[in-house]
């Protein structure tokens, strides 16, 4: 039955990415009420509608090619990857029995990076609104534990400061903003309220490692050159879903490794 339930989970996460996809295309072309959700979804290119079977998660990118069926107008990677990364996702929290918090932060995330990656910019009141819960939800925590507890809160803080300076220092404030913006920071401080101090550093080494992996093989590739802006948002997003499902086994590992040598 667990797996039955982890297989529907996969794909209700595809099909939420999609309905999410869709929905931040429509918030970002500032489409009105009713509309924003009623509305027949059409080729950007041609403009026009999609049929049913064009709007099958993953499946209808792969049987047209990548292409809109009606125009032949390239259809974004992005959209494909990302319906697969929420499916994997949500189906890895089920079945790892991940915290609850999980899910939402994850959905939320998830719809921050779409304007991430086609923008390069995250927007300011969802991303504050997730910062004020945060917060609650270290109060309300310490309320339930009759303690104090901040979680990673300080090594967040301590994180933001030091990569501030050294890119401060190497680029100046100019570029610090356009390579690590406020919404980067704001967004690593608040997941630090969420996880635990060795979780908190795992999910940002995570992140990390995973951009440069990216970033090499575009340059391998010759998709990227050395002024390729890249989306973090999308990695972090990554990182916390690998710590929320196999945080412990990873960190366990590290432990063990480390004692052996």
Same mark, same amino acid.
């Given at each position: 039955?667990?797996? &039955?339930? /982890? @297989?529907? !989970?996969?794909? =209700? %996460?595809?099909?939420?990415?999609?309905? +999410?996809?869709? *929905?931040?295309?429509?918030?970002?072309?500032?489409?009105?009420?009713?509309?924003?959700?009623?509305?027949?979804?059409?080729?950007?290119?041609?403009?026009?509608?999609?049929?049913?079977?064009?709007?099958?998660?993953?499946?209808?990118?792969?049987?047209?090619?990548?292409?809109?069926?009606?125009?032949?107008?390239?259809?974004?990677?992005?959209?494909?990857?990302?319906?697969?990364?929420?499916?994997?996702?949500?189906?890895?929290?089920?079945?790892?029995?991940?915290?609850?918090?999980?899910?939402?932060?994850?959905?939320?995330?998830?719809?921050?990076?779409?304007?991430?990656?086609?923008?390069?910019?995250?927007?300011? &009141?969802? /991303? @504050?609104? !997730?910062?004020? =819960? %945060?917060?609650?939800?270290?109060?309300? +925590?310490?309320? *339930?534990?009759?303690?104090?507890?901040?979680?990673?809160?300080?090594?967040?803080?301590?994180?933001?400061?030091?990569?501030?300076?050294?890119?401060?220092?190497?680029?100046?404030?100019?570029?610090?903003?356009?390579?690590?913006?406020?919404?980067?920071?704001?967004?690593?401080?608040?997941?630090?309220?969420?996880?635990?101090?060795?979780?908190?550093?795992?999910?940002?080494?995570?992140?990390?490692?995973?951009?440069?992996?990216?970033?090499?093989?575009?340059?391998?590739?010759?998709?990227?050159?050395?002024?390729?802006?890249?989306?973090?948002?999308?990695?972090?997003?990554?990182?916390?879903?690998?710590?929320?499902?196999?945080?412990?086994?990873?960190?366990?590992? =590290?432990?063990?490794?480390?004692?052996?040598?």
């Amino acid at each position: 039955m667990h797996i &039955i339930l /982890t @297989i529907y !989970f996969f794909f =209700l %996460g595809l099909a939420l990415a999609s309905f +999410l996809n869709a *929905l931040m295309y429509r918030i970002d072309k500032e489409y009105k009420y009713p509309e924003i959700f009623i509305k027949s979804s059409h080729c950007e290119k041609c403009k026009k509608d999609l049929k049913w079977f064009d709007l099958i998660p993953v499946l209808s990118y792969i049987f047209t090619r990548g292409k809109c069926s009606k125009c032949g107008a390239k259809v974004n990677i992005y959209y494909p990857v990302s319906e697969l990364f929420l499916g994997i996702s949500l189906a890895l929290l089920f079945y790892t029995s991940a915290p609850w918090f999980g899910y939402p932060i994850l959905i939320l995330l998830f719809s921050l990076s779409y304007f991430d990656f086609h923008y390069m910019e995250i927007p300011t &009141i969802p /991303t @504050i609104s !997730f910062a004020v =819960l %945060g917060v609650v939800y270290l109060i309300v +925590l310490s309320i *339930l534990s009759n303690q104090v507890i901040f979680n990673a809160l300080f090594s967040g803080l301590i994180l933001i400061g030091l990569i501030s300076l050294l890119l401060l220092i190497m680029y100046g404030y100019k570029n610090l903003m356009e390579g690590f913006g406020l919404g980067d920071f704001i967004i690593l401080i608040t997941l630090s309220a969420f996880l635990n101090t060795k979780e908190f550093w795992l999910m940002f080494w995570i992140s990390i490692y995973s951009t440069i992996i990216i970033i090499l093989a575009g340059f391998i590739a010759g998709k990227y050159s050395k002024k390729t802006p890249l989306p973090l948002l999308p990695f972090i997003t990554l990182g916390f879903v690998v710590v929320v499902t196999f945080g412990d086994t990873i960190l366990d590992f =590290l432990n063990r490794t480390f004692v052996i040598f």
